[in-house]
Nanobody, 117 residues
Framework: VQLQASGGGLVQAGGSLRLSCKAP????????AAWFRQAPGKERELVSE????????VYADSVKGRFTLSRDNSKSALYLQMNSLKPEDTAVYYC???????????WGQGTQVTVSS
């Protein structure tokens, strides 16, 4: 499955952004999906993930209460609503997908999020 991420940008601390990840075709509905991020000099980390059936997303402690992950399988899309952004949220954000029982093997191209103080 091919993933296309968008929605990044420059925002002041306390602001909001909405990231989108879209996958052409209908296969995406059969994959669990997630957003990861990688800040300069740091390892890539999981931000949030959701199973292929939907349900309650899992969040990193650092974004709980601020970020909301959702998916719309009818549109083969994954969204990350990011509120109350902090400078430490600055990173390249990647969407990813995985087949059940496998690792995240499908990645979007990344979208830059920069939060100024």
């Amino acid at each position: 499955v091919q993933l296309q991420a968008s929605g990044g940008g420059l925002v002041q601390a306390g602001g909001s952004l909405r990231l989108s990840c879209k996958a052409p075709g209908r296969a995406f509905r059969n994959y669990s999906a997630a957003w990861f991020r990688q800040a300069p000099g740091k390892e890539r980390e999981l931000v949030s993930e959701i199973s292929w059936t939907g349900g309650t997303p899992v969040y990193a402690d650092s974004v709980k209460g601020r970020f909301t992950l959702s998916r719309d399988n009818s549109k083969s899309a994954l969204y990350l609503q990011m509120n109350s952004l902090k400078p430490e949220d600055t990173a390249v954000y990647y969407c990813a997908a995985q087949k059940v029982g496998q690792v995240y093997g499908y990645w979007g191209q990344g979208t830059q999020v920069t939060v100024s103080s």
